[in-house]
């Protein structure tokens, strides 16, 4: 391992000046879950690693409760998201994608600002970013902009981020009523397991609690970045909800993805996997709109 | 003597391993840990291709590199420095390569990363040949070979062997199935990586630091190296650190560890090579794959008519002790369920794939998935229950088996009972849960596969009550020190924390043949037993003459010796071991034993009780199949065991969990990828070794059948948890949604496959 400074600001103004210091030799770092490994492993080797984990503003998760905005700080940890009641009731997909990533000792440290800007096609966290229309707040030495989670992502490892550019956080807009949603990773393992596929679906429902007016289908691992399955979102919207066309929506999105084959897994199945855990998501969403009306 | 009735002190009690908190609180050190004044490190540079030939190695940038100590290649090594039980590969190739792991240079630096800088600098030319993967297509007359020198890829090995007359039997029978399974690589996956350290004193004595579950045997090897290096002699001693798992990875002798040899050997200082994970996933051995063809029959009552089996074995590149697995697969072959004609041949495949070693059960998972697979195949085809098929064609005491096997004692069926009140085998109410059962034979009181299957302990007390046992048994986390200590302590009436066991080092230790085939607890135990009858006797003849009583009227108990019947007349065993050490003329008290079972080694005719007992058990395992993924959750687990005695059974039970959860990976999860002799997925993330969160809660029933032969009747048990594991939930998961997997592992692409095909 190629040894390196650790730099620790206070916040985002210092972090971006250290940055501007040291510009392509610095390596910004969160819970370090993903960089440091890459630095033992000698696949990054950056001079200066510039910790965030000291800026408090961008550690708050707030839900705003006049506005309903959910506010996630960049730095907030898969733990503080999976042990938040809010966040279990009231934005299940959230939960259900934190609370299996890695190990316990991953949670406590790893963030979903790490994890959205890591940029992998796994990356378990950004799935439920995206469904829920999540808004990423960047900071940069030209200043702030904005970016829907799902605009984020390039290509594996890449992001739309500019050098030295922060996420700071990421805001959730208001939920419309009779809104219900699900993630699940099919893996081999259950635990310290990377999805073979991540499926996340999240449905809102008319007030009659069966026409569909909004649905997000949201795959990971089915292609170089995280996507939305656009064709069965769109083959639900407007539609009374039942069984058979979840499993139709399930078919849309397993031909809508773009999966591979791989040391991992075979492409075919796979896309069997996107099929039927859409199907289960989109029930799942159903039980909990109808359980909380 | 039986010991049934027997009261115990110490044996049979729940004591936590003795180096527990040791290692809890990180002051048990292992190789990683060891440092030496002066110490250089040492790496290795492997091959880039899984067959080619080495045109050119220029290591002058490497030499050159500030810091570096040697580099040395295949033209370093003596011509007769070589490894493996057929010794015929050498610690640095030179000439050709033929598998990835092949090592072709390696360098010693003051640091590690200087180390690895030297690796990168070092410029081998290769010339790429046709690599040949599929050992079957390896046999064929026009494959390529893999050692040119050799006419073929088949190792000559003289597994063909038939027991009565399977023919004739198979024509009699009223029930006959037949099918092929494979199994593939897996791997020990030890916490702890593979390590040595080498240092050379000013005579050019070696000493060796080295994770070894075979110290006398790697002392042995080690002459053996430094004798091609011209260094006649010598001394070799072998330190054994904290090991960090052993699982039969540890039952040779490695290039790394030769490397380490010549690399201190060329500095004249000491020299530490360690592996990293990666390596530790790509340079160490495997458990052998198999193509299995079996063929079992039975007649209209049941009962086993004859079993013929084929297997080819794929050797890698190299040869190392996995080639001689199928002698160990003999054993559940012509011995699991009494069965009169028997027929077997194995075959070993050089490819240019990584190679295999000896691995927790040595064989016997390999065969016995594919009988007893087979076994609920036949039961099925005969309309007989699968459990009253195999109650049918139990083993039982008294019998002796085609192959020579003398069954002493046997809990078979009693295991299977076991299993069947604790798993209700019955149920079927849910949809896509199903059971299924798997039993199992094993060496259980060693194996004779070299001239001695002995062990020796060394027992000397002190002035106070503690002893001090040397033993040529390798705890290896498995639990030999207490078992050690326990053996010893119920014999000298003392506490287990009186014992210190002492199992390090080839200078004090006596010689044992290694920590393999489940033997340890039956013959370093007997060893450790011998020795402290010898002593007791002591302590008894002098308390004879102390208290004017006849010596087998003297017993020893809670630390106190005392005149049976007449418990006033007594002494605290310190207290006598002073009189005895202070007494005219002086008294140690001190005893060696060694104890060597009177097994047999199979001759040529591969016929002989190799074994002077033989473990049983029975698996049952309730799984829930998820038919639109494929998906496995098994649900509950059974793993009943005649182990003759638990002497601890917090550590009995501790060997069956293991064993358990490494079977069920090699049942569901765990597999080598291995692509055109690459490995593809060197790392716990893509090697799906099952976490704590897998793991299943698993009920542990033990048999005890008193074994006439075995320390207070013990028997072996540290390989049996992982041996029947995958046909127990093969079968379940059959009995479950009707699709019988014959491919290790059984992942949820394959079910999905097979249920596809099934339901059109
Ligand atoms: C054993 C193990 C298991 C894992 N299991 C999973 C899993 O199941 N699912 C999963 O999705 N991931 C998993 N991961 C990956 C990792 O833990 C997560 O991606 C985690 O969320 C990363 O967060 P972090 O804070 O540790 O990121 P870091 O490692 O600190 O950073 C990751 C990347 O993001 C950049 N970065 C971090 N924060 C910011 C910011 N605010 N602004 C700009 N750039 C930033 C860094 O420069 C770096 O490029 C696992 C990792 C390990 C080691």
Redesign the interface.
Known sequence: MKPFTYLSPTTVEEAISFYGQHSETAKFMAGGTDVIVKVKEGWMEPDFLISLKRIKEMSELHKNEATKELSIGALVTHATLEKSLMIKNEYPIIYDAVSNIG?LQVRNVGTIGGNLINAVPSADGAVPMIALDGVALLHGPDGERSSDVKDLFLAPYKTILKPGEILKKITIPAQAPHTGSAYTK?G?????E?PLVGIGVLLTLDDDLETCTRARIVLGVAGPTPMRAFDAENYLVGKKINEDLLIEAGKLAADESKVRDS????AW?RR??VR?HVKRMGLKCMNIIRANN | MSNTKREFSVVGKRIPKLDAAQKAMGRAAYIQDIKLPQMLYGKILYSKYASANIIKIDTSKARALPGVHAVLTGEDVPEKMKMGFIKDNPPIKKGKVSCFRDEVAAVAAISPEIAKKALDLIEVEYEELEGIFDPERAMEKDSPLVHDHLKSNVLKMPWDIHYGDVEKAEKESAFVVEDRFTTTWVTHCCMGTSGAVALFDASENLTIYTNTQIPSLAQKDFLEALKAMGLKNKRVRVIKPTIGGGFGSKLDTYAYEHIAILLAYACRKPVKMVFDRVEEFKATSTRQPTIIYIKQGCDKTGKLTFRDMRMVLDNGGHTSWGATTPSVMLMPISSLYTVKNVKYTAKCVYTNNTYSQAMRGYGNPQATFAIESSIDMLAEKAGIDRIEFRKINKNHAGEETPQGLKITSCGLAECIESVEKELDFKDKSEKGVGTGIASLIHVGGGARIYGSDGCGAILKMDDYGKVDIFTGGTDMGQGLDNITAQIVAEELGLLAEDINVVHSDTDICPWDVGAHASRSTFVAGNAALGAAKKVKKKIQDFASKLFETPAEEIELKDKMVFVTGNPEKNMPIGKLLRKAHFSPGGNMLMAEHFYDPDNQNMGKELKGNMSMTYSFGAHGAKVKVDE???KVEVLEYVAAHDVGRAINPLLLEGQVYGGVVMGLGYAL?EEV?V?NGEI??AN???Y?L?????AVKIKAPVIETDDKDGPFGAKGIGEPGCVPTAPAIANAIYNAVGVRIKDLPI???KI?AALKEKNG
Do not use: Q, W
Not at chain 1, 263 to 266: A, L, Q, S
Not at chain 2, 690 to 694: Q, V
């Open positions: 190990s099919f081999r393992r259950a635990a310290m990377l040391v991992r897994g075979k199945h069997e996997m039927v | 639109e993924t494929g999860t990828t692509a593809m997925n716990f993330r893509d799906k099952f976490t704590a969160k897998d992942t949820p692409e999905l």
